[in-house]
C-alpha cells in the first residue's frame, strides 16, 4: 500500500512541483514507485490466488492495517508548494479512492 500511495503521491508532485528541474525527478521517482506498487500488488495477488482462507483472511487483514498506517503531514505552504505536495485534504481523498478501488474495507484515517 505504501509503494502505491507513494507512487501516486509523486504523480502528484510531478505535476505540480514549482520548478521543473523537481517536476522532471518526481516523475522518475514516481515511475520507479509504480513499478515497485506493480510488483508488490503481483505478490499480493499470488498470495491470495494460492493462500488458504486463513491465509487470504490474514493478508487483507493486513492490507487494512497498512492503509491506517499510510499518513501525511502537511510541511507548511511554502514546502508543499516548492515540491508540489499535496495538501492534507487532497492526500486522505487520494488514499480514499485508493482504497475503494482495491475493494479494501477500511476506514481511512484522519493525518
Known amino acids: ?57 490474514e493478508i487483507t487483514n493486513a492490507l487494512g492495517e497498512a492503509v491506517h498506517r499510510v499518513g501525511y503531514v502537511d510541511p507548511g505552504p511554502s514546502t508543499r508548494e516548492a515540491l508540489g505536495l499535496p495538501d492534507t485534504e487532497t492526500s486522505q481523498r487520494l488514499l480514499a479512492k485508493m482504497v475503494e478501488q482495491l475493494g479494501v474495507a477500511a476506514r481511512v484515517r484522519a493525518a
Not at 514516481?30 to 515497485?36: D, F, G, K, R, S
Request: zero cysteines.
Open 1 to 57: 500500500m505504501s509503494e502505491a500511495f507513494g507512487a501516486a503521491t509523486a504523480l502528484v508532485q510531478a505535476e505540480r512541483a514549482a520548478d521543473a528541474e523537481v517536476r522532471e525527478v518526481f516523475a522518475v521517482i514516481a515511475e520507479e514507485e509504480l513499478e515497485h506498487a506493480a510488483l508488490a500488488w503481483d505478490v499480493h495477488a499470488w498470495l491470495m490466488a494460492t493462500g488458504t482462507r486463513d491465509e487470504q483472511a
